[in-house]
């Protein structure tokens, strides 16, 4: 053979070769298996960890094509692949070590706890989840039986954790901590929001009872079967209950969850015997309570350190008062983000009234790209929309600008509490914001000047201290009243803090 050919093909066969491993390696870390029912986009702030990859089948479909070119060519990459799942205290360890974290002798205790809990998952088998039934015929009436529906949780399923305390007790990060080091072989694991997962819930619920039609039936069981099916590591975060509607299933869907042998990681600034106080019907919600408390190992996290005290450098995200001055520096930021070359114009053009869909519903979006959108405080505040409205838009757009929030008072306490609820979104799905505002975004509440402090009452004025919140700073409100109100305010106050860090406009939309 002409040795410049036989040169050639040796290249060839080393280049494919390469390709092949290349390939393998693509396989091994590139397919994902999301969770279909997770709701909230990826994240810095970990709700982008919850992907798992499908390796096992990836490595083991490569090796049963040729188990011997697997076994000479793979052999680094699968234990470069597959290394020892590194544990919560060796993480959290790094995590100080490297300045992210503080040492905190409490925290170090709690996230003891978790290591514990961590351990006993990965030990754990969950039963098998028996498939829905797929036809509801007569004959199938008739002749088949109903998938068993279990009556108890596993003996073998670990007692699940909740973990409450005040904002800046490190909440999210240790339930983060727990889930980011999960090992890739845990695929059935879900880490969500927990008023985005009861969104999900009854969307499911909804259409469980459409399938069942006249004959009825109890859609809970079916439904929780289904989660089950998907997840049997779930992580709720920011559990808190305030609807009459959540309550009223609550007890039943977690039951039927952990029958079926679902364990549990939840987070909440109440304890289990202080959810829902002074709701409707409160007494047919307490079964849940003695539910958390029986199946759940309930931990205090308040040490008295707040992490969200610790100063940080602001960015400029909030302009006020409303000037012209201020509109062109808005316009400017967006432009620069929209149209940062004419080729991204092309290829992403700033589109009006994009569609997007939540709920069977549309809601337009003023103007927008694949991924920054932008609203006026009437446009996003002044309609109807509800907390999946946000969570949707959240969902589809990394960066929003909202213009033009007013001073509310009173006669907007509708528009105030869709606010709050939208900041809410924001915060949860680590979406990076820029805001006009007639006063500064932290008194748009504020019934007095921000110097005064004056008129607040004494419960209002714990709430804000407990969040590290000066009322010199934010003012007080007198439109909201209630336990939740009050608390809801004082957070979405704290979170437009934190909001405003240079740390949270490097770090979101990522």
């Known amino acids: 053979m002409n040795p410049a050919r036989s040169s050639a093909l040796h290249q060839r066969n080393r280049l494919l070769l390469r390709t092949a491993a290349q390939s393998r390696r693509a396989l091994t870390t590139s397919i994902p298996v999301a969770s279909p029912s997770s709701s909230l986009p990826s994240s810095g702030h970990g709700h982008g960890h919850g992907k798992a990859f499908n390796s096992s089948l990836a490595v083991e479909s490569i090796a049963r094509s040729d188990p011997a070119e697997f076994a000479t060519i793979n052999q ?26 503080r040492s905190d002798d409490h925290q170090i205790r709690i996230v003891g706890k978790l290591q514990r809990f961590w351990e006993q998952v990965l030990k754990y088998n969950p039963p098998p989840i028996p498939d829905a039934r797929t036809s509801d015929s007569l004959i199938s009436r008739l002749f088949s039986r109903a998938p068993p529906v279990p009556g108890t949780a596993p003996a073998s399923a670990p007692k699940g954790l909740y973990l409450y305390g005040d904002v800046g007790t490190g909440k999210t990060m240790l339930m983060d901590l727990f889930y980011q080091t999960l090992p890739p072989s845990i695929t059935r694991k879900r880490r969500v929001h927990f008023h985005a997962f009861m969104i999900d819930a009854h969307k499911r619920i909804h259409a469980t009872k459409l399938l069942m039609g006249h004959s009825g039936g109890d859609p809970i069981g079916p439904v929780a079967r289904d989660l089950a099916k998907e997840a049997y590591v779930l ?12 309550a009223m299933i609550l007890r039943r869907l977690l039951e039927g969850l952990m029958d079926h042998g679902v364990v549990c990681v939840i987070t909440s600034n109440r304890h289990p015997d202080d959810l829902y106080k002074n709701g409707i019907q409160r007494s047919s919600f307490i079964p849940a309570i003695e539910l958390l408390k029986s199946r759940f190992e309930v931990t205090d996290l308040d040490s008295g350190t707040d992490y969200r005290r610790i100063p940080r450098a602001l960015s400029h995200v909030y302009y006020h008062p409303l000037t012209p001055e201020n509109k062109a520096e808005i316009d400017k930021i967006f432009n620069s983000l929209t149209c940062p070359t004419p080729t991204a114009v092309l290829q992403d053009p700033v589109i009006e009234n994009r569609p997007i869909t939540t709920w069977g519903r549309t809601l337009r979006v003023p103007l ?10 009437e446009e996003i505040c002044g309609r109807p929309l509800s907390a999946a409205d946000y969570l949707e838009v959240t969902k589809q757009f990394g960066t929003l600008f909202i213009t033009d929030v007013p001073k509310m008072g009173m006669d907007r306490k509708d528009m105030a509490r869709r606010f709050i609820t939208f900041i809410d979104a924001c915060y949860e799905s680590k979406t990076r914001i820029f805001v006009s505002s007639e006063v500064p975004i932290y008194q748009i509440f504020s019934d007095d000047s921000a110097g005064s402090g004056s008129g607040i009452s004494d419960h209002m004025r714990s709430v804000m201290d407990d969040l590290g919140l000066s009322p010199e700073v934010v003012g007080s409100s007198s439109m909201f009243s209630g336990d939740e109100e009050i608390f809801a305010f004082a957070r979405a106050c704290s979170r437009l803090v934190q909001m405003g860090s240079r740390e949270w406009a490097e770090t979101a939309s990522q």
């Open 368 to 377: 927008s790209t694949s991924k920054v959108a932008r609203f006026s405080f």
């Open 76 to 101: 680094f990459e699968t234990s470069q692949m597959f290394p020892e799942p590194i544990s919560p205290i060796k993480q959290h360890e790094k995590l100080v070590q490297s300045g992210v974290l």
């Open 235 to 246: 992580c709720f975060d920011e559990f808190q209950v305030t609807d009459i509607a959540d």
